[in-house]
């Protein structure tokens, strides 16, 4: 379980942090981390660095913008498609309206609710997560462990992986981006499926749809184009047609 909350008022912040490890302690939870933070910038930075799949408490007014929280989710939504959002609010009112953000939330709390009432909520948020988490563990996962990094991810999910920076990769799947420190000359012979068509890019052999000759590059499913080196051009279209 990887946690954020998104909140600009220390006290607030802290009481959530409290009650979310209290829950967890009571229920057995384990998580990687609980984030808490008044920044969004944060929470989009080291959201590329998460190994598991996060949910998020984010308060909807922050610094006097009273729509903060459903911006945030929208910027959240662009790198991660599969998390669970959760409203912390004291405006409600603005429920109705949040599927205008379409940011999929699973709930709104209410701060002014009793404690009792809050706790329940936040509980049932919390096992809710652990329960769809458990229920999607894939059998297929493939693992980067480094003396930088660990990632573990479906590998069916991924698309392809790219050079960000030196010494850092970007590992692109359908819903997210993972950023970690690693070649890839390290990480192709990590699995098979992994083709290197270009000195900068591994791809993902299942999500090949098509080799395009003229442009020499690869398009994927999801409809994006990988380029194909020169060089690899004649090995890379062999294997896309011994593949199909």
């Given at each position: 379980?990887?946690?954020?909350?998104?909140?600009?008022?220390?006290?607030?912040?802290?009481?959530?942090?409290?009650?979310?490890?209290?829950?967890?302690?009571?229920?057995?939870?384990?998580?990687?981390?609980?984030?808490?933070?008044?920044?969004?910038?944060?929470?989009?930075?080291?959201?590329?660095?998460?190994?598991?799949?996060?949910?998020?408490?984010?308060?909807?007014?922050?610094?006097?913008?009273?729509?903060?929280?459903?911006?945030?989710?929208?910027?959240?939504?662009?790198?991660?498609?599969?998390?669970?959002?959760?409203?912390?609010?004291?405006?409600?009112?603005?429920?109705?309206?949040?599927?205008?953000?379409?940011?999929?939330?699973?709930?709104?709390?209410?701060?002014?609710l009793p404690y009792e009432e809050?706790?329940?909520?936040?509980?049932?948020?919390?096992?809710?997560?652990?329960?769809?988490?458990?229920?999607?563990?894939?059998?297929?996962?493939?693992?980067?462990?480094?003396?930088?990094?660990?990632?573990?991810?479906?590998?069916?999910?991924?698309?392809?992986?790219?050079?960000?920076?030196?010494?850092?990769?970007?590992?692109?799947?359908?819903?997210?981006?993972?950023?970690?420190?690693?070649?890839?000359?390290?990480?192709?012979?990590?699995?098979?499926?992994?083709?290197?068509?270009?000195?900068?890019?591994?791809?993902?052999?299942?999500?090949?749809?098509?080799?395009?000759?003229?442009?020499?590059?690869?398009?994927?499913?999801?409809?994006?184009?990988i380029p194909v080196s020169r060089?690899?051009?004649?090995?890379?279209?062999?294997?896309?047609?011994?593949?199909?």
């Amino acid at each position: 379980m990887s946690i954020f909350i998104f909140e600009d008022d220390v006290i607030q912040a802290q009481h959530m942090k409290r009650l979310v490890e209290e829950i967890c302690e009571r229920h057995q939870l384990v998580y990687d981390f609980i984030e808490v933070t008044s920044k969004s910038e944060c929470i989009i930075e080291k959201l590329s660095h998460t190994t598991y799949v996060p949910i998020y408490f984010l308060d909807i007014e922050i610094k006097g913008e009273e729509r903060k929280g459903l911006q945030v989710a929208q910027s959240i939504r662009k790198y991660d498609t599969q998390g669970i959002i959760v409203f912390v609010t004291t405006h409600s009112e603005f429920a109705p309206i949040s599927y205008q953000y379409m940011v999929s939330a699973l709930t709104f709390i209410d701060k002014g609710l009793p404690y009792e009432e809050r706790y329940r909520m936040f509980e049932q948020c919390l096992l809710h997560y652990e329960a769809r988490n458990q229920s999607e563990v894939p059998a297929d996962d493939f693992i980067v462990e480094n003396m930088n990094a660990t990632v573990r991810i479906p590998f069916p999910s991924i698309e392809y992986i790219t050079t960000d920076e030196p010494h850092r990769l970007a590992l692109v799947s359908k819903d997210r981006i993972i950023h970690f420190y690693g070649t890839l000359k390290e990480i192709e012979t990590l699995d098979e499926r992994l083709l290197r068509c270009h000195q900068s890019y591994l791809v993902n052999k299942m999500q090949i749809l098509a080799y395009d000759t003229l442009e020499k590059a690869l398009i994927l499913k999801s409809g994006k184009q990988i380029p194909v080196s020169r060089r690899l051009a004649n090995k890379v279209r062999r294997i896309v047609k011994d593949e199909r």
